[in-house]
Every structure is written in C-alpha cells, then in structure tokens.
C-alpha cells in the first residue's frame, strides 16, 4: 500500500490506514460491537475477542521483557 501513495496527502492516508490494527483497538471495538449486536453467536464473539485481547497482552509482555537489541547486536 505505501508504495501506491505519492503525494503527502495520500502518505497520511495509508499511514492511518497502516495503523488500524495497532495495539489491536479496532479488532477489540469491532468483536465487542459484533458480540452486542449478534445475538446468536454472542459467545463466539466473546471468545474471538478475548482471544485478541490475550494475544496482545502476551505479545506486549513479552516485548517488554525482552526488550529492545543491545547496540551493536541487531
């Protein structure tokens, strides 16, 4: 997508676009959205959302425990 923009305008446009799915925020909206809103597979949503959820805080620990490459090692 990025190469596809040539004018600054449409930089800020996909860089937005790019971070949609950081720190998962619209993927926790759009499952707590649809869990409110589809009655029949409620507990699904739960579950796929919570998923996400997990997913990110396990990620976001381990990133944090490890930590960024000593200088000189990357």
Same mark, same amino acid.
């Given at each position: 997508?990025?190469?596809?923009? +040539?004018?600054?305008e ?9 971070? =949609?799915?950081? +720190?998962?925020?619209? #993927? =926790? ?7 409110? =809103? ?6 699904? #949503? ?28 990357r």
């Open positions: 997508m990025r190469s596809l923009a +040539h004018s600054p449409e930089v800020r446009w996909v860089r937005r676009y790019s971070s =949609l799915g950081e +720190h998962g925020a619209i #993927w =926790l909206a759009g499952g707590s959205l649809a869990a409110v =809103l589809d009655r029949p597979r409620r507990r699904r #949503w739960i579950r796929a959302t919570a998923t996400v959820g997990a997913s990110y805080l396990i990620s976001t620990s381990i990133k944090l425990a490890v930590g960024p490459p000593a200088p000189g090692r």
